[in-house]
Nanobody, 125 residues
Framework: QVQLVESGGGLVQPGGSLRLSCVAS????????IAWFRQAPGKEREGVSCTSVPDGRTYYADVVKGRFTNSRDNAKNTVYLQMDSLKPEDTAVYYCAADVTATSCHMRKYEYDYWGQGTPVTVSS
C-alpha cells in the first residue's frame, strides 16, 4: 500500500526554522511530481511548493518564496521542506502529496493521488 508519511512539525517562535520530511513507501518519489500543501484552521488547503522531475524545477507560492526551500533525496525516497523565517501566518497542518500521473509540478490539489497524514506547524511566541 502506497504511503506518504510526514514528520518534523512542531512549535516554533516567529523567525525560527523547521524542516519537514515526507517519506514514501511502495513507490518511487523520484519519478513523480511531489507537492507540499497546508491547511490552516477554518481555511481551505493551499499549495505551498512543488517539484518536477526529472529537471527538478521548483515552484513556490508567493507567500513563502524566499523563505521555504523544497528538495529531494531520491536515495532516501524523501522530500523535504526547509522553512525559515517562519511567521505566525505559516501556522497550519502541512501535507505532502504525490501525483503519479504527472512529472511536471502543479498546485491542482484535486489531481494529487496520494496524501500524507499531515504534520502540524505552530508559529507562536
Amino acid at each position: 500500500q502506497v504511503q506518504l508519511v510526514e514528520s518534523g512539525g512542531g512549535l516554533v517562535q516567529p523567525g525560527g526554522s523547521l524542516r519537514l520530511s515526507c517519506v514514501a513507501s511502495k513507490f518511487p518519489l523520484a519519478y513523480y511530481a511531489i507537492a507540499w500543501f497546508r491547511q490552516a484552521p477554518g481555511k481551505e488547503r493551499e499549495g505551498v511548493s512543488c517539484t518536477s522531475v526529472p529537471d527538478g524545477r521548483t515552484y513556490y507560492a508567493d507567500v513563502v518564496k524566499g523563505r521555504f526551500t523544497n528538495s529531494r533525496d531520491n536515495a532516501k525516497n524523501t522530500v523535504y521542506l526547509q522553512m525559515d523565517s517562519l511567521k505566525p501566518e505559516d501556522t497550519a497542518v502541512y501535507y505532502c502529496a504525490a501525483d503519479v500521473t504527472a512529472t511536471s509540478c502543479h498546485m491542482r490539489k484535486y489531481e494529487y493521488d496520494y496524501w500524507g497524514q499531515g504534520t502540524p506547524v505552530t508559529v507562536s511566541s
